[in-house]
């Protein structure tokens, strides 16, 4: 064979095995994602480690960073299956005292649904020790779909209706959120969210207390409304967008005032509604983008297709894809401020993308290895032309 048959032989070869070790690579869904490879190979100079290794890290400050690479690699991780093994991983994280404040918040952020969460990270959030002391863990509970009839969880609800209860006969003005406790109020968020009769009109009789000039001070509960995923919320948060367009919901005197309600709802609709114009990883929402998602609103017909609404364990396993967002959390609310749940701290990322397990983006790494194969394949053939032409004559 001459040196150009040689050559492209080599060429194909070597394509064909490097396409090889790409898909058990990819296939394995173990693999550490990019960033976090990254990271780890450089710490620790080896590329054995492997995803699941990661909460056994030794040092604090490297598993701390490891696990916010982590989070950067899952809500920019397109495939529901690698995201669901990140995510069981990730999990682990609640369980460990030097990251759990940051692992922990980012559960219960609405950001991930409960199509990311196996039944193995659902059983890890169900079974950490600091289930009973958390109300940030709570809500992630929320956020996963895990069942709520879970023996972990019987105790939270009676605790929570009992304080319910107890508020709603001793208080002159009834229930109130400053008058209930973090754990209380989260328990009553999850089961309003899973569609708990009680605890929704528990919930917006809490809301209908408090007024447009109350809710600019109380941005949490902006949030909360969204999360409870209730379309009677979404027309709320939706008033206050359209300020003065006939809702009942926005009359506020301040300019000012009614333009940063305005923004905080729009902000929290992105998480609430499926295909809103504007998505949910944006860090802010900003003037050109309420112009656009005011338009959207005025003209939107239909009942809300509202985004993470709560699912049986049925129904969750059928679903394909899931609409995410990267998040970082925003340093400001007072730590120690008993009226203010960790979990209802804004929370945003610097990436953009809003990953969907319908839209999978091409990978420059093969593309070139198909360059090369072709390339490859077509030398072969042209030696071989060329070497028959040759015995002919």
Not at 279 to 284: A, C
Not at 356 to 382: D, H, T
């Amino acid at each position: 064979m001459s040196r150009m048959g040689c050559f492209s032989y080599s060429i194909l070869r070597t394509g064909l095995i490097l396409i090889f070790l790409i898909s058990v690579f990819h296939l394995s869904g173990w693999a550490i994602p990019n960033r976090t490879a990254r990271f780890l190979q450089e710490k620790f100079s080896t590329d054995e480690l492997k995803l699941v290794d990661l909460p056994d890290i030794q040092e604090d400050r490297l598993r701390n960073k490891a696990y916010r690479l982590l989070w950067s690699d899952i809500v920019n991780t397109e495939k529901l299956s690698e995201r669901r093994k990140m995510v069981e991983v990730f999990s682990h994280g609640v369980n460990d005292e030097a990251s759990s404040s940051f692992v922990a918040p980012r559960l219960a952020s609405q950001i991930i649904d409960a199509d990311s969460f196996s039944d193995e990270a659902k059983q890890t959030l169900l079974k950490s020790g600091m289930l009973g002391r958390s109300p940030t863990l709570v809500r992630a509970v929320g956020i996963s779909g895990a069942p709520l009839d879970s023996e972990e969880l019987k105790m939270i609800w009676a605790e929570s209706e009992t304080e319910v209860e107890a508020h709603r006969l001793d208080s002159p003005t009834g229930l109130s959120r400053s008058n209930l406790g973090s754990m209380a109020w989260a328990a009553l968020l999850v089961r309003a969210k899973a569609g708990d009769e009680e605890a929704i009109s528990d919930f917006f009789e809490i809301i209908g207390k408090e007024s447009p000039d109350e809710l600019i001070y109380e941005f949490e509960l902006i949030d909360d409304m969204a999360y409870v995923r209730h379309s009677k919320a979404v027309d709320m948060l939706v008033g206050f967008v359209l300020e003065n367009d006939g809702s009942p919901y926005a009359k506020i005197e301040d300019d000012y005032m009614v333009s940063s309600l305005g923004f905080r709802a729009a902000k929290a609709l992105s998480f609430a509604l499926e295909e809103f114009p504007v998505s949910p990883s944006k860090p802010k929402v900003y003037p050109d983008d309420m112009e656009v998602i005011k338009e959207y609103l005025r003209n939107y017909e239909g009942p809300w297709r509202i985004r993470g609404k709560w699912k049986t364990e049925e129904a969750s396993r059928e679903t394909e894809s899931i609409t995410l967002a990267s998040t970082e959390i925003e340093d400001g609310a007072p730590a120690n401020d008993p009226k203010i749940d960790p979990s209802s701290q804004t929370i945003h990322e610097e990436s953009h993308a809003e990953p969907s397990e319908k839209k999978s983006p091409s990978n420059p790494w093969l593309w070139l290895l198909g360059a090369l194969i072709l390339l490859g394949g077509i030398g072969l053939v042209l030696v071989r032309k060329k070497s028959s032409s040759n015995s002919d004559s």
